[in-house]
């Protein structure tokens, strides 16, 4: 039981910090209030799926493509994996690197494979997004987290372009400096740019485990 006092003791520190994150999320929840979110970038796709790194791999394929690759170019499976987790998505279609801020450079020097790349993500994720309204029954914000979607001024543009018809405009200058809220003034769409957070999420997680714990060994919270 000292032991697991000991422990607890330890997560008092995370349950404070975890406190006074949720604190200075109160007034962006407070401005989301009643709003749903039913679209996520940053973990777009280009026949992708986006990894920690904000790197894409291949994600959405049609299945029979696998075991023609494998028979006309002699694939084993171990090769097969490395096509489609290494070498496909932005790299595929680029051929410059799975890291969108290498394909961004390699379209501003005038690389045109590049610039297919970025558009061909863009065109993914709205296609993504166009799925959701139509299961949700419309669109009430837009929210863009991730390394790319909370970085990239560029593909959030890039995104939000074709959407105006959903009552969606982006203020160009509040997205260049990454604000919370980059609608225009009169959009009925919200769009927000909003980062990750792991360790809250984490703190969170600890604190209710914790919390579980100091009732099964009856401990005074």
């Known amino acids: ?85 290494n070498e496909s998505g932005l790299l595929g279609v680029s051929g410059v ?43 009430d914000a837009l929210v863009f987290t991730g390394g790319i979607g909370e970085n990239s001024a560029r593909a959030r543009a890039a995104i939000c372009r074709n959407l105006n018809f959903l009552g969606l405009a982006v203020d160009e200058e509040k997205n260049q400096r990454n604000a919370t809220f980059i609608q225009t003034e009169n959009a009925m769409v919200k769009v927000a740019v909003i980062n990750t957070n792991e360790e809250l999420m984490i703190a969170q997680d600890v604190m209710r485990l914790a919390i579980s714990e100091t009732v099964t060994l009856g401990i005074p919270a």
Not at 31 to 51: R, S
Not at 66 to 74: D, H, K, Q, S, V
Request: hydrophobic content about 40%.
């Open 97 to 139: 690197s799975p890291d969108y801020r290498d394909v961004e450079h390699a379209a501003d020097t005038g690389n045109h494979q590049a610039a297919l790349a970025l558009t061909l993500f863009a065109e993914r994720i709205r296609a993504t997004i166009g799925s959701y309204i139509m299961q949700m029954g419309g669109l």
């Open 1 to 85: 039981m000292l032991k697991g006092l000991g422990a607890l003791g330890d997560m008092a520190g995370m349950m404070k910090k975890a406190q006074e994150m949720q604190g200075k999320m109160a007034q962006l929840q407070e401005e989301m209030h009643n709003i749903t979110v039913t679209g996520e970038a940053g973990a777009g796709l280009v026949k992708a799926t986006c990894t920690a790194k904000g790197e894409l791999k291949a994600l959405d394929i049609d299945p029979s493509i696998l075991p023609w690759i494998a028979l006309r170019e002699g694939k084993t499976p171990q090769q097969l994996n490395q096509l489609l987790n």
